[in-house]
């Protein structure tokens, strides 16, 4: 599950969740990037074999399940975290317009 308060500046973390046979999968979140309404989020995650990926989370205000997954990269992934950053602001409109 993934943390309500987090920023650029969060450190990396090491996330474990379920895969479909049940095994943990390993990743970093190298960068948490939330817009200004603080109701939509990019992760930058870095693998265990190194490529990165990104994943556009949201969450309603008035919904205390907490955030929803919008979109993942994968299987795509990348070379460097700035090559992730990059097509994920090609992807996902609102975070292009922050000008990170």
């Known amino acids: 599950m993934r943390e309500l308060n987090h920023s650029i500046e969060m450190l990396p973390r090491l996330v474990q969740t379920p895969s479909i046979r049940g095994m943990p999968?390993?990743?970093r979140v190298t960068?948490?990037?939330?817009n200004q309404e603080q109701n939509r989020?990019?992760?930058i995650i870095q693998d265990l074999?190194?490529?990165?990926r990104f994943q556009e989370?949201?969450?309603?205000p008035e919904d205390i399940s907490g955030w929803f997954l919008m979109l993942d990269s994968s299987p795509k992934t990348f070379v460097s975290e700035t090559d992730a950053i990059s097509?994920?602001?090609q992807t996902?409109?609102?975070?292009?317009?922050?000008n990170t």
Do not use: H, P, T
């Open 57 to 60: 989370w949201r969450r309603e």
């Open 87 to 89: 097509v994920a602001k």
């Open 92 to 98: 996902v409109i609102w975070f292009n317009d922050l």
């Open 31 to 34: 960068k948490s990037i939330d």
């Open 25 to 27: 999968k390993n990743y």
């Open 41 to 43: 989020c990019v992760d």
């Open 49 to 52: 074999n190194g490529g990165f």
